[in-house]
C-alpha cells in the first residue's frame, strides 16, 4: 500500500505493530516508492494547517486542513476536568458520571489513491450532509474527508508540490516555500470552513472500553427538515471500533436504543453494521464506519452494543458508549461546498 510505502528509512521509524498494519494492507506485487520524510510526532503543541502525515492505524496518506478542540468523554478513565456529563436512560450501563477533557482532533484531506486500499476498513465517504430542502430524506458526501485525532498522525514532509491527490488539494491549500509545513490555506478554505461550521464542527466524543474492544462515538448535528406534518432533526454518528487484544474477533450483531425527547424509545437489531461483519485482528484492530439517525424532536440520545465472535465460537457484547443528539440553532445547510460530491439519495 502506498500510504505505507514511504521509504525503507522511514518504515525503521514506525514500531513493529505500524509495520505489520501497513505491510499487511499492501497490495500483492506492489514495490516500495518514497514519498517524503518523517518527523517526529508533536507530545506537545498541535499540527498546523498543511501538515502532511500517514493515519497511524489505516496507514492512509492525508493533509490536516484544521483542527477542532473535542471534548473527550472516556468512560474507562475519570480524569479531573471541569466538564461532566451523566449517563442517561442507560440503565443496563449504570449511572457513572464521565468527566470530559479537552481533546484535539483534524479535519483532513484523504489521498484518493489511498482509498481502494483502505475502504474495507474505514468509509471514506463518511462526511455528509443534508441535500436541498424539497428531498428531506436526501443526502450527499465529500470523499476523502475525515477526522482524525492527534496522536493518530505521523507527521511527515515532501517536496513534492502537489503530494496528496484529492480534487479538493489545490482549491483549499497552495504551496508556500518560505512556510513550515510549505502548504498554507487558501481563502476558499476558510470561508468553506466558516459557512459550514454547524454542520462540520466536532464538539463531543465518547468512548468506552469492554473486554479489550475500544468503542469511540463521535456525533454530528447536520440540521433539520420540514415534513407535511412535522419537523424531522438529522444527525450522522461516527464510530470506530478497535481491538486493544491480541484474540482476533468479529462483529456480529448490533443493539441499539434510540430515545427521543417527545418520549419514543425506539429498538434496533441487525446483524453487523453498514452491511458487514468485521473482523478485527491484531494486524488490522480498526473498522470505522459511519451511519444516520433522524428523530421528530431536537433532541434525543442512543447508547447500546455489539455482539463479537471470538475463533472458538463463544459469543461477548461489547458497550457502545451513550450520547447525547443535541440540534443547534437551525440556519438549513445550503452550502458552499466544492465538489466532488456523491450522492447517498
Not at 102 to 123: A, G
Not at 206 to 222: A, K, Q
Not at 264 to 284: D, N
Amino acid at each position: 500500500m502506498a500510504a505505507c510505502v514511504i521509504s525503507r528509512t522511514l518504515s525503521s521509524t514506525l514500531n513493529s505493530d505500524q509495520q505489520k498494519r501497513c505491510l499487511s494492507s499492501r497490495p500483492e506485487g506492489k514495490v516500495l516508492e518514497t514519498v517524503g520524510v518523517f518527523e517526529e510526532p508533536k507530545q506537545q503543541g498541535k499540527y498546523e494547517t498543511g501538515q502532511l502525515f500517514l493515519h497511524s492505524v489505516f496507514g492512509y496518506r492525508g493533509i490536516v486542513l484544521f483542527r477542532w478542540n473535542a471534548r473527550l468523554y472516556d468512560r474507562d478513565v475519570c480524569p479531573p476536568a471541569t466538564e461532566s456529563k451523566p449517563v442517561e436512560a442507560s440503565g443496563e450501563q449504570g449511572s457513572k458520571e464521565v468527566k470530559g477533557k479537552t481533546h484535539t482532533y483534524y479535519q483532513v484531506l484523504i489521498d484518493t489513491r489511498d482509498c481502494p486500499h483502505i475502504s474495507q476498513r474505514s468509509q471514506t465517504e463518511a462526511v455528509t450532509f443534508l441535500a436541498n430542502q424539497d428531498d428531506s430524506r436526501a443526502l450527499y458526501a465529500i470523499p476523502g474527508l475525515d477526522y482524525v485525532s492527534h496522536e493518530d498522525i505521523l507527521p511527515y514532509n515532501s517536496t513534492d508540490h502537489v503530494p496528496i491527490q484529492h480534487e479538493l488539494f489545490e482549491r483549499f491549500l497552495q504551496f508556500s516555500a518560505s512556510k513550515v509545513p510549505p502548504f498554507i490555506p487558501r481563502d476558499t478554505l476558510q470561508a468553506w470552513q466558516e459557512k459550514n461550521q454547524p454542520w462540520l464542527e466536532l464538539s463531543d466524543v465518547h468512548r468506552e472500553t469492554t473486554e479489550n474492544i475500544r468503542v469511540t462515538v463521535i456525533p454530528f448535528y447536520m440540521g433539520m427538515r420540514e415534513t407535511q406534518n412535522s419537523n424531522v432533526y438529522w444527525w450522522r454518528y461516527c464510530i470506530r471500533l478497535e481491538n486493544m487484544g491480541e484474540e482476533l474477533v468479529q462483529l456480529r450483531e448490533r443493539h441499539w436504543r434510540i430515545f427521543s425527547l417527545s418520549g419514543t424509545l425506539e429498538t434496533v437489531r441487525g446483524r453487523g453494521v453498514v452491511g458487514r461483519e468485521p473482523v478485527l485482528s491484531k494486524e488490522q484492530p480498526a473498522f470505522q464506519y459511519s451511519s444516520h439517525v433522524s428523530l421528530q424532536a431536537a433532541s434525543g440520545h442512543m447508547w447500546g452494543s455489539y455482539r463479537l465472535e471470538r475463533p472458538s465460537g463463544t459469543f461477548f457484547d461489547v458497550r457502545i458508549p451513550p450520547f447525547s443528539l443535541e440540534s443547534k440553532k437551525d440556519d438549513t445547510p445550503n452550502g458552499f461546498l466544492p465538489g466532488p460530491f456523491t450522492s447517498l439519495a
